[in-house]
């Protein structure tokens, strides 16, 4: 079955930078939209960031110009680089995974990685 393991969180300063990271396995991942997605105690699972199959990303408008998504398909591998990081960028990351051909919805997710951002 597909898998997604996230890593890369951690604790930053406002104003630093860091790039998450996720491993797929078990599926046509150079066939597959991938997305990041961020959740906060309390809040709703918001998106993030999105990178087609074919190499288009679109970005939510909180972190348009800060983060920028990648993927390389011969790692199977999706990034998110974060630079000026603020407080309320502080969350739960999530990436997510879709085969456009076949489904609509986020069939596959990671488990989160923890991404701190201290004032």
């Known amino acids: 079955q597909v898998q997604l393991v996230e890593s890369g969180g951690g604790l930053v300063q406002a104003g630093g930078s860091l790039r998450v990271s996720c491993a797929v396995s078990?599926?046509?991942?150079?066939?597959?939209?991938m997305a990041w997605f961020r959740q906060t105690p309390g809040k709703e699972r918001e998106f993030v960031a999105v990178i087609s199959w074919s190499g288009g990303s679109t970005y939510s408008t909180d972190v348009k110009g800060r983060f920028t998504i990648s993927r390389d398909n011969a790692k199977n591998t999706v990034y998110l680089q974060m630079v000026s990081l603020k407080p309320e960028d502080t969350a739960v990351y999530y990436c997510?995974?879709?085969?456009?051909?076949?489904?609509?919805?986020?069939?596959?997710w990671g488990q989160g990685t923890q991404v701190t951002v201290s004032s």
């Open positions: 997510a995974g879709r085969n456009p051909f076949h489904s609509y919805e986020y069939d596959y």
């Open positions: 078990g599926g046509t991942f150079d066939r597959f939209d």
